[in-house]
């Protein structure tokens, strides 16, 4: 496709979405609702068709030497096809917050003041590899009142063509205008930039992807963006804790799922349990194959265990979101050192302490600066789904607006609203 006609595809999409932006922000909570429990039936339905799609997407990228963790992100196995249904369902029967009217106070002069919660207008998404994207951005557009414009990874293409066609029949089904969620229908790289450029159009852009996409576009973009970056998340294990309860958590935290965002990267360990501690996890690691990048003292306590792969952790791996079998460890003195050394090097994305001192729980909750922080739990919870948010649009590192799992609140703005009954101002 050559630029003139990649500009003109994406004015019309851009239009278009703009006109159903309208109809989508009037929609009652029933219409919604209608549309988004036709969507979770329709994607139960089609589960084998879709994955017969899905596995063109998988073949080809395969054959292209795409990373095993990249093709991971890519499967659209029955149970993620499940877990989109339930998120499309449990949308569904949250409250609608469209219209929805708080603060309302008396002034004065007799006006009353409050705020609406209002649909944003129209976002656009963009995104690599996992298809799953394109339902949670379609559901959450449905229930936020927002029109979008999806562009997900080429490698995707033939998986999110099956699902966009899901969404518009679901849309078809409860009256609203299938240009309430479109799909950007080229891979052509060009329409990114087209996207991100066109504020007539599209009020804000999400990007969820690697890092260097999503620096892309927040360098080039002209409207406003949502984004986080990257996902170096920790896990610190206090003194005192519970030693098996730390090795469960710890594991989980890293090797449930190596690919997504909120996976453990860098386990910090209190000096005073490390001796206990490191030999159970690091042999639960040397099992499941995962590289552990050490500090020195790290690296001297596991040192003989059977299966381990020690490397010495060099100054880049306490940043690295690594996103496969590999964690950085390093001993610290306690609570003191664990929270400046994650203020310092963590991506702000999702930190976790493992403690029985509640005034430790309390102090790391107050003073991590990260948009999500977990006492006793694993990282891997950091998600719009387990957040009983119904579905995600992306989780926000960024400190305005939204903040954590982007959720419908976070697709929603506010505006004043005044009552009055003829007050003049004096």
Excluded at 6 to 12: A, F, K, S, W
């Amino acid at each position: 496709m050559n630029a003139t006609n990649t500009t003109e595809l994406m004015n019309t999409l851009g239009a278009q979405a703009k006109q159903a932006s309208v109809q989508m922000a009037q929609a009652s909570a029933a219409t919604k609702a209608h549309a988004l429990r036709s969507l979770a039936t329709l994607l139960r339905a089609s589960a084998e068709d879709l994955q017969i799609e899905n596995a063109k997407d998988l073949e080809r990228a395969r054959a292209a030497g795409l990373a095993e963790p990249m093709v991971d992100r890519l499967k659209l196995t029955p149970k993620v096809i499940e877990t989109c249904a339930e998120g499309c369902e449990q949308l569904a029967a949250m409250n609608d917050i469209i219209g929805e009217i708080t603060g309302m106070r008396q002034m004065p002069s007799g006006i009353r003041v409050g705020q609406m919660r209002v649909p944003i207008g129209v976002f656009g998404m963009i995104y690599e590899s996992r298809p799953n994207v394109t339902i949670e951005a379609a559901s959450l557009s449905i229930k936020s009142g927002n029109a979008a414009i999806l562009r997900g990874g080429s490698e995707a293409i033939d998986s999110n063509r099956a699902l966009i066609n899901l969404v518009h029949q679901a849309l078809n089904s409860a009256g609203l205008p299938m240009e309430g969620v479109q799909l950007v229908p080229t891979t052509d790289r060009a329409a990114v930039g087209q996207l991100i450029t066109m504020p007539q159009y599209v009020d804000v852009i999400i990007p969820r992807g690697g890092k260097g996409l999503i620096e892309r576009i927040s360098a080039e973009a002209k409207v406003p963006v949502i984004k986080h970056l990257d996902g170096n998340c920790h896990t610190y294990v206090d003194d005192p804790c519970d030693i098996a309860m730390a090795v469960k958590v710890s594991d989980n935290a890293k090797t449930h799922k190596y690919s997504p965002c909120n996976a453990t990267e860098s386990l910090l360990v209190a000096r005073a349990v490390a001796n206990d501690f490191l030999p159970q996890i690091g042999a639960l690691f040397a099992g499941k194959g995962v590289e552990m990048r050490c500090c020195p003292e790290a690296k001297r306590i596991l040192t003989g265990l059977t299966g381990a792969m020690l490397k010495d952790a060099t100054e880049a791996d306490w940043s690295e979101e690594y996103l496969a079998a590999v964690i950085s460890i390093k001993v610290v003195d306690g609570l003191d050192e664990a929270i400046a050394h994650i203020n310092r090097y963590s991506s702000h994305h999702t930190d976790a302490i493992l403690t029985r001192d509640h005034m430790h729980a309390q102090r790391f909750l107050r003073e991590v600066d990260s948009a999500s922080v977990m006492v006793n739990a694993s990282t891997r919870f950091a998600d719009g789904f387990e957040y009983g948010l119904g579905a995600e649009i992306g989780i926000s590192t960024d400190k305005f607006h939204a903040r954590g799992p982007v959720g419908v609140e976070g697709l929603t703005s506010l505006k004043y609203v005044v009552l009055g009954e003829g007050e003049v101002r004096t």
